[in-house]
């Protein structure tokens, strides 16, 4: 059965920090990851990643993708405030049909 | 692109009952998945549709039914409620190749079972 296990559970941080974020997984057939955003609502699209290497990069935020080692890293450069989440991994294989297994999340605290 | 959309966002049930919650996907997405997220097991895929077919199925029991329209628009069905169903419903939209395309979400329901 496919596997994602986020790292840390939760960390706390103040302004300015730099956030770095552990998703590790096991998939048959790996296709793709993806990493969302949850605030008190719904999840909020961020990144898919499918191949190994390349940073894929929105403002502040950035992720990588190891096919190798099987893991993902997000980070999240000079943290504000609004930054305060949970965050959440995810990965499909080849035959998920809509299905992606999701990890725990990461739960984040930016301090002022 | 009007994002996805779910109705209704708050449902207060008693246990036996049952409850239909309802997913329009983004336009032009034909994949409609649904999830259960709750605080202690966190987002559990339901099942996903398809073209009205349904071509995967979470571990829920089978008072848990779906079904999708010609218009892609997506309903779930929960029959005979009980307190653990508590959760937030979520549905997420996709172009549909397998494992490949980003899924979105829409606001959620939340079902609340007293």
């Not at chain 1, 998703?23 to 993806?34: A, D, G, M, Q």
């Not at chain 2, 207060?12 to 983004?26: A, E, F």
């Not at chain 2, 649904?34 to 029991?61: A, C, D, H, I, V």
Request: a positive charge; one cysteine or more; aromatic letters at 10%.
């Amino acid at each position: 059965e496919d596997k994602v296990v986020q790292s840390p559970l939760s960390l706390v941080v103040h302004e300015g920090d730099t956030v770095t974020l552990n998703c590790s997984y096991e998939v048959t057939n790996f296709r793709s990851l993806l990493w969302y955003k949850q605030e008190k609502k719904a999840p909020t699209f961020l990144f898919m990643l499918t191949s190994s290497g390349i940073e894929k990069k929105s403002g502040r935020l950035s992720s990588i993708l190891d096919k190798k080692e099987l893991f993902s890293i997000l980070n999240i450069t000079a943290t504000q405030t609004g930054d305060s989440a949970i965050y959440l991994c995810a990965v499909a294989g080849a035959d998920s049909w809509g299905k992606f297994q999701f990890g725990a999340g990461t739960q984040v605290v930016v301090t002022p | 692109k009007a994002g996805v959309t779910q109705t209704p966002r708050y449902l207060i049930k008693t246990r036996g009952q049952q409850v239909t919650l309802s997913c329009s996907p983004i336009s032009g997405h034909r994949s409609v998945s649904w999830y259960q997220q709750t605080p202690g097991q966190g987002l559990q895929f339901l099942f996903e549709y398809f073209s009205e077919t349904q071509r995967n199925k979470g571990n829920f029991p089978g008072r848990f039914s779906g079904r999708q329209f010609s218009n892609s628009r997506s309903e779930m069905n929960v029959s005979t409620l009980e307190l653990g169903d508590s959760a937030l419903y979520l549905c997420a939209s996709s172009a549909g190749t397998s494992g490949v395309n980003e899924q979105f979400f829409g606001p959620g329901t939340r079902l609340t079972v007293l």
